[in-house]
């Protein structure tokens, strides 16, 4: 099976920078993806890494080292709008399910 | 225009009967999926399907059962419903690749009374 971690919950400024760790264990690893999901409404996709290093894409940055099982997601000039729950999931075994960890909720606030 | 549609969006039940969720992904993937969102927001997979075969999550409880009748639809049917199953459903597609992310749809909120 596999274990992710990732802290509840996170309490940013708006205009600052933050950034959410997720911890991993698990064999085979093929792949961590980060979602975000804000209240009552589906997931949606920001990144996916699964060579070592850093994802940039605008204010969203995704960074991964296998060896250690962790992955960070940055998030730059943070908005309002960033309040939102932001899951990270891990697909590995050679499945092509991603399990997902128990998502971050971000309070963003002014 | 909607990728990944469900219906209903919110779905309000007595205990013991059963139901269906339909959803509808018009991406042209070959993989669809269930997953289960309880109240602690944890999203747990509960079905995954394609064209060569189903994987069901030995969790899950034989109540459930998904059911598809083309490529393009991957339904949820639900007999004898608990209290516990109150949760909002999730369905989502993808191409079958490891580098494929999931698209999903804006979720069914079942409430079993």
């Known amino acids: 099976g596999q274990n992710i971690d990732q802290p509840t919950e996170m309490t940013a400024t708006e205009g600052a920078i933050v950034q959410i760790n997720c911890t991993y264990q698990?064999?085979?690893?093929?792949?961590l993806f980060w979602y975000q999901q804000h209240a009552g409404e589906a997931p949606t996709f920001l990144s996916y890494n699964v060579l070592d290093g850093l994802e940039e894409k605008g204010r969203f940055s995704s960074f991964l080292s296998r060896s250690k099982g962790y992955s960070y997601l940055l998030l730059k000039e943070l908005q309002m709008k960033d309040s939102a729950s932001y899951l990270c999931a891990v697909r590995a075994g050679g499945s092509y399910i991603p399990t997902f960890g128990r998502g971050t909720s971000l309070i963003v606030h002014p | 225009d909607t990728a990944v549609s469900q219906t209903p969006k919110y779905l309000v039940t007595q205990m013991g009967n059963d139901k269906s969720i339909k959803c509808e992904q018009n991406?042209?993937?070959?993989?669809m999926y269930w997953y289960k969102q309880d109240s602690k927001k944890f999203l747990k997979i509960m079905f995954s399907y394609n064209n060569k075969e189903l994987i069901i999550n030995e969790t899950v409880p034989n109540r459930f059962s998904p059911k598809s009748p083309d490529k393009a639809h991957l339904n949820l049917h639900i007999n004898s419903l608990e209290l516990g199953d109150s949760a909002v459903y999730f369905c989502?597609?993808?191409?079958?690749?490891?580098?494929?992310?999931?698209?999903f749809g804006p979720g069914t909120r079942l409430l079993v009374l």
């Open positions: 991406l042209g993937h070959d993989t």
């Open positions: 989502a597609s993808s191409q079958e690749s490891v580098t494929e992310t999931q698209y």
């Open positions: 698990t064999s085979g690893f093929n792949g």
